[in-house]
């Protein structure tokens, strides 16, 4: 990809978008018609995947521009039904620009597997007979999947562990480490559990009883960083002009608040999630997954605070970091089944899960920049008008700079309605004619 600059993007007609991604990514128009209409998951498709289907259910996809992460120009799907976040997080991307765009790393793709032993009649010794057969258990763990063992994955590690205050007493877990490569692995890492629990009754004398994946992926973070410097942060609304050292004074101040007070980050978080979940879902991943992990993350401390820190460099720069558990794969699951989500996948050229990752978990930092830096200075719903109002002037029929002229009256007359918009536009055509 040459570039994710697209200037004008928004102002194409849905087609026009589509010949111009087309372009810009160098793909073949066949690898984007699955985000036409019709196109994408069919009936029959959506059959085969879960139970009692009647239909589908669509969600508005659009494409996050200007993101750079590690280097890499990158055209970011994302799914979702809330207006502002596709154009919040192309912007911050914009001004992260000036900085290099984001740098992002990730863990291997270790998930935890999780096997309950009850009853087991003396804990430590069971613990040490599960040591003395550490490698013959990973052995056999990693021999359910051949597959993802000649692709490098498979059992890892086991470890222990003694829950002793619980509401039924003390019991044992036994915690399966699995490299899941490129998948989001929780069948593997299901199905290991299940083979290795008639072994693990034989060795602790207990009996075993959950088998399943934790979704708290701690071994599976992603860590996004980004760096803007305050000449790119300034910016004029409403006459208003917000300096850039202000505005990152005041996105750090958010972010404090967030910090020390679960109520604000619980909201901060969910603007992260507003970003990693509409590229989560566009790739047909699983987002309760990825929600789960990120909130128990979040709450590691015994407190909830943010998963996101902002601060100043010494040349007072704003720098961000976000770190949480991101458990997606590319391969797999509806990653590959959903055609939609197949066409994500290319269209970001994803070879790895880790890379994925990596481009998430910079849409969640990018996300939370356009909140915060919204909620800072003039506040989220103006942002939220402007843009409500131009779609309402698209769907009024408003073309080309009308759009943005419709808009504009609606949002000063503080009437954003289709009856309104089609009014002005046809003053403003009869205007001009
Ligand atoms: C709304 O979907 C998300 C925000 O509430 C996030 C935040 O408050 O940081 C704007």
């Keep these: 990809m040459a570039t994710s600059r697209l200037p004008g993007f928004y102002n194409l007609s849905l087609t026009e978008r589509l010949d111009r991604l087309a372009q810009a990514s160098g793909l073949d128009p066949d690898d984007l018609a699955p985000f036409q209409t019709p196109g994408g998951l069919t009936v029959e498709l959506a059959d085969s995947m879960i139970e009692n289907v009647i239909g589908t259910h669509n969600l508005p996809l659009g494409i996050a521009l200007n993101f750079i992460v590690n280097g890499r120009e990158v055209l970011v799907p994302m799914a979702i039904e809330e207006p502002s976040v596709v154009a919040g997080a192309s912007f911050m991307a914009k001004l992260a620009r000036a900085g290099g765009g984001f740098h992002a790393e990730t863990d291997p793709p270790q998930m935890i597997g999780q096997i309950q032993v009850l009853g087991a009649p003396d804990l430590e010794a069971a613990r040490a007979a599960l040591q003395r057969e550490k490698e013959t258990l990973l052995a ?41 490569r490129d998948a989001m692995g929780a069948n593997a890492v299901n199905t290991a559990c299940e083979r290795l629990a008639p072994r693990i009754e034989a060795l602790t004398g207990g009996r075993v009883h959950l088998r399943i994946l934790s979704n708290l992926a701690d071994r599976r973070l992603a860590r996004a960083r980004v760096r803007i410097p305050p000449s790119a942060l300034a910016f004029e ?108 996948l290319k269209l970001m050229g994803v070879r790895t899960a880790r890379e994925l990752a990596e481009i998430i978990v910079s849409v969640g930092l990018a996300q939370n920049l356009a909140a915060l830096r919204a909620l800072a200075t003039e506040g989220i719903q103006r942002g939220h008008m402007s843009l409500h109002a131009r779609q309402v002037a698209i769907a009024a029929g408003a073309r080309g700079e009308l759009i943005e002229k419709v808009a504009a009256q609606m949002v000063a007359e503080g009437t954003v309605r289709p009856d309104r918009a089609e009014a002005i536009l046809r003053q403003l055509q009869q205007a001009d004619s």
Aim: avoid cysteine; proline fraction near 3%.
């Design 140 to 180: 056999e763990a990693s021999a359910v999947d051949p597959v993802l063992k000649r692709l490098g994955g498979g059992a890892r590690d086991l470890e222990v562990r003694l829950l002793r205050e619980t509401p039924i007493g003390e019991f044992l877990v036994v915690h399966l480490i699995y490299d899941v």
């Design 237 to 344: 609304s409403a006459g208003v002009h917000y300096a850039g050292e202000d505005v990152r004074d005041g996105v750090i101040a958010a972010w404090a608040f967030a910090a020390a007070d679960p109520y604000r980050a619980a909201t901060h978080n969910k603007g992260i999630m507003n970003g990693v979940d509409a590229v989560v879902i566009a790739t047909g991943n699983d987002w309760r997954a990825v929600e789960a992990g990120a909130h128990a993350y979040a709450a590691r401390s015994g407190r909830y605070t943010s998963l996101s820190t902002w601060g100043r460099d010494e040349e007072g720069n704003l720098v961000g970091e976000l770190e949480m558990p991101l458990a997606v794969g590319i391969v797999g699951g509806a990653t590959r089944s959903h055609p939609t989500a197949r066409a994500a």
